[in-house]
């Protein structure tokens, strides 16, 4: 398995300037467009920064994090959650594993919070939730799935995941809601790797709560390298 970011030409449908696009300046060595309710995945070398940008606004976008050298060592959310004594990512969140180790760091945050309770949407629970009539509809496990695929992941390796700019705000007794994200057009998260990272990503395809204003829109990834280590 490859542990570097692969440099790939920015999609014509981006917005022109791909440096503008970086929370964290350095060298643009990936830019892509990532479709509404579609996946993405790429290996984030470490020390490179992965920048999130939400086009459009209020839009989640779920996360898997998975060590490439070892795919075994996957993002925990209750390891994460017992480090940091917080549910909510936001700059300084170290993105750990199972094994204690960080995956990656948020360096900059232009939201403030970001969820990893939530889970993703599959299209078993959006029946148990929404109804039978919602069992077809394509889901951010479908997505992991399919993107997994790719890197030799299966179901098993389907674990807990981080939902960026999504607002999942929990009630005194303990009860979860999915309420309007605190996003807004262009709003951008930066991660740094600390180890070399694979960050498979579904843009959650969801329409049945408010996580996506019940209309999925594209957001944007870019990896930037420090001017140093080019």
């Not at 990936?30 to 995945?41: C, M």
């Not at 960080?102 to 919070?113: F, I, K, P, S, Y």
């Not at 970001?114 to 109804?131: F, I």
Request: net charge negative; aromatic share 4%.
């Amino acid at each position: 398995m490859s542990t570097a970011a692969a440099t790939r030409k920015p999609d014509a449908r981006l917005q022109p300037d791909a440096g503008t696009a970086a929370l964290v300046p350095g060298h643009v060595i990936l830019d892509e467009y990532v479709e509404a309710r579609g996946p993405w995945s790429a290996v984030v070398a470490a020390g490179d920064v992965l920048t999130i940008v939400d086009l459009e606004g209020n839009q989640a976008v779920d996360c898997l994090l998975y060590a490439a050298g070892d795919v075994g060592t996957r993002y925990s959310a209750a390891v994460t959650i017992a480090s940091q004594r917080s549910i909510i990512l936001t700059t300084g969140s170290a993105l750990r594993a199972d094994s204690g180790e960080a995956l990656m760091t948020v360096m900059a945050d232009e939201v403030g919070v970001h969820d990893t309770v939530g889970g993703a949407c599959s299209q078993e629970s959006n029946t148990l939730r929404y109804g039978q009539h919602t069992h077809e509809q394509h889901a951010c496990v479908e997505n992991f799935l399919i993107e997994g695929s790719k890197w030799g992941l299966g179901k098993p390796d389907l674990v807990s995941n981080i939902n960026w700019f999504m607002n999942v705000p929990v009630d005194p007794d303990g009860a979860l809601g999915i309420v309007d994200g605190l996003s807004a057009p262009g709003k951008r998260v930066a991660l740094r790797a600390e180890t070399d990272t694979l960050v498979l990503v579904s843009n959650c395809p969801q329409i049945n709560n408010p996580c996506n204003g019940f209309n999925p829109t594209p957001v944007r990834m870019v990896v930037t390298r420090p001017e140093a280590s080019r």
